[in-house]
T-cell receptor
Framework: DGGITQSPKYLFRKEGQNVTLSCEQNLNHDAMYWYRQDPGQGLRLIYYSQIVNDFQKGDIAEGYSVSREKKESFPLTVTSAQKNPTAFYLC????????????FGQGTRLTVV | AQSVSQHNHHVILSEAASLELGCNYSYGGTVNLFWYVQYPGQHLQLLLKYFSGDPLVKGIKGFEAEFIKSKFSFNLRKPSVQWSDTAEYFCAVSVSGTYKYIFGTGTRLKVLA
């Protein structure tokens, strides 16, 4: 089945540790995105990538980093610099930028303990 | 900067009632518009989209939305809701070529059986 796979579904992290969230897509989409979802705040864009080896900061990039070494993969690292990392993280992809719909993964719920 | 406003944060309806969820965006140029739904425990999925043409678009599960350019609005409607429509609904906007999808804060709909 074509789609976006995020892993793990639940993740616990100790304060001060970096953690990497996985996102893989087999839709052959060029563009990939990371959003953060918090209650009452909707989805906020962290980073996005139009093509391999290229990515841009979104609205809330501080404390996060990404890489795009392969078309199908767009991992997100939540660093210890992120002040409030507990959230639900959503990965998405689209065929082109903004002219088609975005497809979403199941999400990863990160909890800092 | 582009933004999306969803005026209703929580809506409670009885089955068979009619639904209208408001969505307004701020951007003066050409936009693409989307409504996504997130059922409990599931990933975001597309309800409907508008790119051009007939401003009244029909989506899945009996939903429709009307694009009113003069009002910068894209309201979602359903004539008769069902208990299974209980979910969170997100309006989103993209501008072609910008590779950014901007989401509203979401509306939580609860339908009482």
């Amino acid at each position: 089945d074509g789609g976006i796979t995020q892993s793990p579904k639940y993740l616990f992290r100790k304060e001060g540790q970096n953690v990497t969230l996985s996102c893989e897509q087999n839709l052959n989409h060029d563009a990939m995105y990371w959003y953060r979802q918090d209650p009452g705040q909707g989805l906020r864009l962290i980073y996005y990538s139009q093509i391999v080896n290229d990515f841009q900061k979104g609205d809330i990039a501080e404390g996060y980093s990404v890489s795009r070494e392969k078309k199908e993969s767009f991992p997100l690292t939540v660093t210890s610099a992120q002040k409030n990392p507990t959230a639900f993280y959503l990965c998405a992809s689209s065929m082109t930028g903004g002219t088609t719909e975005a497809f979403f993964g199941q999400g990863t719920r990160l909890t800092v303990v | 900067a582009q933004s999306v406003s969803q005026h209703n944060h929580h809506v409670i309806l009885s089955e068979a009632a009619s639904l209208e969820l408001g969505c307004n965006y701020s951007y003066g140029g050409t936009v693409n518009l989307f409504w996504y739904v997130q059922y409990p425990g599931q990933h975001l999925q597309l309800l409907l989209k508008y790119f051009s043409g007939d401003p009244l678009v029909k989506g899945i599960k009996g939903f429709e939305a009307e694009f009113i350019k003069s009002k910068f609005s894209f309201n979602l409607r359903k004539p008769s809701v069902q208990w299974s429509d209980t979910a969170e609904y997100f309006c989103a906007v993209s501008v072609s070529g910008t590779y950014k999808y901007i989401f509203g804060t979401g509306t939580r709909l609860k339908v009482l059986a």
